[in-house]
């Protein structure tokens, strides 16, 4: 039974150290294992959960659930979105956005330079991209996925779509995907 208490009070030690500050169960552990205390994971685990600063103040991590995306070859679906770079405008010529496009599976982006989003220079951005889609992968994509911003739901935009057969859909969420947030982070 002594042998319990001393685990205890050396994890206490080591827990309310202010040197060390409060630890992650896995920090706790390896700490008392350097400092000769014979106590296993679990031990340190239960211990660390039964203290009442581990459970009022620990950080508890959110995961975003997203819509999965299924596609079958490659090729065959693309997302745009536009990233704004109205901050660094005046070192780029006066263009204020990018349209990036990622193709699904590969992972492969493509990048268009456009100055304002009205209907005719988003077409003629869009067409560029799709263009560029071609040139690479060898055929147009059978789908296109963007957010439900005015600059892609126009008349342009949904012709040029129409004559290549390209069907459109907007994923209705306010959260980005992780391949766009690690791509677009400046």
Same mark, same amino acid.
């Given at each position: 039974m002594d042998n319990d208490i001393m685990k205890e009070q050396g994890l206490r030690d080591i827990y309310y150290n202010p040197k060390t500050g409060f630890q992650t169960p896995e920090k706790l552990y390896l700490r008392a294992i350097s400092d000769g205390l014979e106590v296993t994971k679990a031990q340190a685990r239960k211990w660390i959960k039964e203290q009442d600063t581990y459970t !009022? *103040? !620990?950080q508890v991590l959110e995961r975003h659930k997203f819509r999965q995306t299924f =596609? %079958?070859?490659?090729?065959? %679906? #693309? %997302?745009?979105? #536009? =990233? /704004?770079?109205? @901050? *660094? /405008? /005046? @070192?780029n010529k006066g263009y204020r956005l990018i349209l990036k496009s990622?193709?699904? #599976?590969?992972r492969y982006a493509f990048t268009v330079s456009v100055h304002r989003k009205n209907a005719s220079i988003m077409n003629e951005a869009v067409s560029n991209c799709l263009e560029q889609f071609k040139n690479h992968f060898g055929k147009y994509p059978k789908l296109v996925q963007f957010d439900k911003g005015t600059e892609f739901y126009n008349k342009e935009v949904k012709s040029l779509l129409n004559k290549h057969n390209i069907e459109f859909f907007s994923a209705y969420s306010d959260k980005r995907p992780r391949l766009w947030k690690g791509s677009t982070e400046h």
């Amino acid at each position: 039974m002594d042998n319990d208490i001393m685990k205890e009070q050396g994890l206490r030690d080591i827990y309310y150290n202010p040197k060390t500050g409060f630890q992650t169960p896995e920090k706790l552990y390896l700490r008392a294992i350097s400092d000769g205390l014979e106590v296993t994971k679990a031990q340190a685990r239960k211990w660390i959960k039964e203290q009442d600063t581990y459970t !009022r *103040y !620990r950080q508890v991590l959110e995961r975003h659930k997203f819509r999965q995306t299924f =596609v %079958q070859t490659l090729g065959e %679906q #693309l %997302q745009m979105d #536009l =990233v /704004d770079m109205t @901050k *660094y /405008d /005046d @070192k780029n010529k006066g263009y204020r956005l990018i349209l990036k496009s990622i193709e699904i #599976l590969s992972r492969y982006a493509f990048t268009v330079s456009v100055h304002r989003k009205n209907a005719s220079i988003m077409n003629e951005a869009v067409s560029n991209c799709l263009e560029q889609f071609k040139n690479h992968f060898g055929k147009y994509p059978k789908l296109v996925q963007f957010d439900k911003g005015t600059e892609f739901y126009n008349k342009e935009v949904k012709s040029l779509l129409n004559k290549h057969n390209i069907e459109f859909f907007s994923a209705y969420s306010d959260k980005r995907p992780r391949l766009w947030k690690g791509s677009t982070e400046h």
